[in-house]
């Protein structure tokens, strides 16, 4: 692989569920994020970490977390999806934070009912 | 607060020039991304500026005033392609990029 994976595309979830959504980039980058992006708002951060060990929280943090147990890999965890969280999810990755750019996954689809 | 302001939607005709405003408020500022994003899929890097006046490449430019809170993408010999939204994403004072909900750009035969 080259780049940002994310899985799955898409998926629909029944309210109350738990749900990951996987992220894992071959780049070596430091740095991974998590945003939404729901239809007429810009990208809001949720989660990040600038390497590996270490996370912090964005502008809309609650509902969601997050681990980064090693540089590769980036999940994030809907511990009990609601309607509101219903949006399309982009991991992305930099070389280090800071104004580097930050390169994106192709985004999960994902619809709560 | 912070505030992006693009306009929501704009349509040019292959072949021609357009130009995308974006002005921005933002609590410190550490430069300025554009991305450009096509429908269903995910944004991808155009151009970063961090100092005042205009940075080409190819058929893209960007320009910043930093004074004015202000930055401009220009597209020249716009293709079919272009179609797609352009989002204007200052870095704010903790390296935080803040996203505009970005210009749809309809670009007509």
């Known amino acids: 692989i080259a780049g940002i994976t994310q899985a799955p595309t898409s998926q629909i979830l029944a309210a109350g569920r738990r749900m990951t959504l996987r992220c894992t980039q071959d780049?070596?980058?430091?740095?991974m994020y998590w945003y939404r992006q729901d239809l007429g708002l810009g990208l809001r951060l949720i989660h990040y970490?600038?390497?590996?060990?270490?996370?912090g929280k964005g502008e809309v943090p609650d509902g969601y977390s997050v681990s980064r147990a090693n540089t590769d890999d980036f999940p994030l965890t809907l511990a009990s999806a609601v309607p509101s969280q219903t949006s399309v999810y982009f991991c992305?990755?930099?070389?280090?934070?800071?104004?580097?750019?930050?390169?994106f996954g192709p985004g999960t689809r994902l619809t709560v009912l | 607060g912070q505030n992006i302001d693009q306009p929501t939607e704009m349509t040019a005709t292959e072949g021609a020039i357009v130009q995308i405003n974006c002005t921005y408020q933002?609590?410190?500022?550490?430069?300025l991304f554009w991305y450009q994003q096509h429908a269903g899929e995910a944004p991808t890097f155009l151009s970063y500026?961090?100092l005042d006046g205009l940075e080409e490449k190819g058929r893209f430019s960007s320009f910043l005033s930093r004074s004015k809170g202000y930055s401009y993408l220009l597209l020249k010999e716009l293709q079919m392609k272009d179609s797609a939204s352009y989002l204007c994403?200052?870095?704010?004072?903790?390296?935080?990029?803040?996203w505009g909900a970005g210009t749809k750009l309809i670009i007509k035969p």
């Open positions: 992305a990755s930099s070389e280090e934070g800071g104004a580097d750019t930050q390169y």
């Open positions: 780049m070596r980058h430091n740095a």
């Open positions: 970490s600038n390497t590996a060990g270490t996370t």
């Open positions: 933002t609590s410190g500022f550490n430069g």
């Open positions: 500026n961090v």
């Open positions: 994403a200052p870095l704010d004072s903790n390296y935080q990029l803040i």
